[in-house]
């Protein structure tokens, strides 16, 4: 039953550039885009239980890196993505050996505070970053020369990448070494009696998140061909946040659906209403109070309760 | 052989508080001790510093001719040093099976393997299922641990414990809250754990627990006031001068 929707659902998704039109194809690119990011949050906040306010910078870096790369260098596609995911994970593994000294609200703070000093750069090193101008003229790969500047090839890469993020982000999950990531959010104390170094695996995962971050950031900097410090803003990481929490933190499809539906709360709806944003804080504030574990696990408890009065 | 625990001179202080004074304790390979006192006596304290979860301000710990005191928390469960806990300490939201294989992970290797699902059919759930028989709750593993009751908690405790082959077993008050029909039960797995396992049991039920142990020590404001054999300690002044105020 599961396999099945898993198969519909990837059907759907392929098929979307056959009948939709530029906007709407773009859109899903940006939802996907959107999805591999707050997954790759989610396996910090939602399976390590470690909440991080600071999740942009990762996004921001590798898109930093690559804007940097491509359009000061002049250096090649695939030579500056390989750079810009390493990088930025050794950021991650640096940033993640000052962060978990602690865990809680000072986790949260040194998150929030590091990510701060990125984006401060950002906007002040104009040498580097353009400053507030952003970096302009950035230009997509063409992987076998399939040209990537129309909207459905560009579709069908990112949803390539999309699957493959989820898939090893599912395997993970699913793997000891998940099972172990888990354990050391619900009972630290025993897993370390138990013989797991529970810092080493926090540390690990804190380094998984922000090499699928990077991945995202990536996408994001291919899709805009453009940066701006924005990206970085304690706004962007609040942003993956919310979805994260809305859709469902430590579901498989709790942070994807919480994207899809930022995105389209923000892109589609943001055309009909002006002040988008407070819809956004409206319908975080009903999904809190109306499903407080978020959408994924309010739909599962719905379904097993069907279930059981049908028997 | 070496000893199975050998602790010299051990101190901790919380403060000005001093929680272990000057301990010295020598447990023997096999050996079945009960450690008693009034509450406040230091007794958790000192699980908390041989499993390492506190470090002490000085003095040895050795765990079968192996010095420990330096070694972080995680690397004991290693050499063999496993225990339970006073307050229930398991993973609510998951099953039993899943529980006990935890346990197992901790000490192998395999808790790295980051790409390959564990399915409910890995050696490692069969083997969670084999010892969840042995504490009579395969019946059980299926459940989730906030689905069962306390008594069985208590025994899941003693399975992920066992899980792991210690040498060194901690058991901080195994029958705590439980009522007589339960406490006859965990009697009976505790009993029934072989000899190649060193116990060091924590209990206030005297009925249960000077019946399992050989040997008795007595703590009293982190220090070792009284040891010996069951009538010794038993009949002993300062035990009763400890318990009974006279």
Known sequence: ?311 | MSNALEIKHLNKSFGGVKVTQDLSLTVKPGERRLIIGPNGAGKTTLFNQISGELASDSGTIAVFGRDLTKSPAHLRAHVGVSRTYQIITLFPKNTLAHNVALAMLGTSKRKWEALKKLQLNDPIYLRALELLDQVGLKHRADMLISEISYGEQRRVEIALAMSQNPSLLLLDEPLAGLSIDERMIVRDLISAIPKTTTIIMIEHDMDVALSFAETISVLHYGSLIVEGDRDFVVNHPRTREVYLGH
Request: hydrophobic content about 55%.
């Open chain 1, 1 to 311: 039953m599961k396999k099945l929707a898993g198969f519909l659902t990837i059907i759907f998704l392929i098929s979307i550039p056959f009948y939709s039109g530029e906007y709407y194809i773009n859109l899903a690119s940006q939802m996907l885009i959107a999805a591999i990011f707050a997954s790759s949050l989610n396996l910090l906040v939602g399976y390590g239980g470690l909440t991080s306010l600071g999740h942009a910078v990762y996004l921001g870096l590798s898109a930093y890196i690559t804007a940097w790369l491509i359009t000061k260098i002049g250096l090649s596609h695939g030579a500056t993505a390989a750079i810009a995911l390493t990088a930025t994970t050794v950021m991650g593994m640096l940033f993640g050996w000052i962060a978990l000294r602690a865990t809680g609200l000072g986790f949260l703070m040194l998150t929030l505070a590091l990510s701060q000093i990125f984006w401060g750069l950002a906007y002040r090193w104009v040498g580097m970053t353009n400053g507030d101008n952003g970096i302009s003229g950035i230009t997509r790969p063409m992987p076998f020369d399939i040209n990537l500047d129309q909207s459905n090839y560009f579709y069908w890469f990112v949803l390539i990448i999309f699957l493959t993020c989820m898939l090893l982000i599912t395997r993970l999950v699913h793997s000891p070494f998940g099972a172990s990531i888990c354990g050391t959010r619900d009972q630290a104390k025993r897993m370390t009696a138990l013989g797991f170094n529970v810092w080493l695996i926090r540390w690990i995962t804190f380094v998984l998140a922000s090499f699928f971050g990077a991945v995202a950031g990536l996408l994001y900097v291919y899709f805009h061909k453009y940066i701006h410090p924005t990206v970085m803003s304690i706004t962007s990481s609040a942003e993956a946040l919310l979805c994260v929490i809305a859709g469902g933190a430590g579901t498989l499809t709790g942070p994807i659906i919480g994207a899809f539906l930022v995105m389209i709360l923000k892109n589609y709806v943001s055309g009909y209403v002006e002040r988008w944003n407070m819809l956004l804080g409206a319908v975080f504030v009903f999904i809190v109070l109306f499903m407080p574990s978020g959408i994924t696990p309010w739909v599962a408890d719905k379904i097993s309760r069907l279930r059981n009065t049908t028997k």
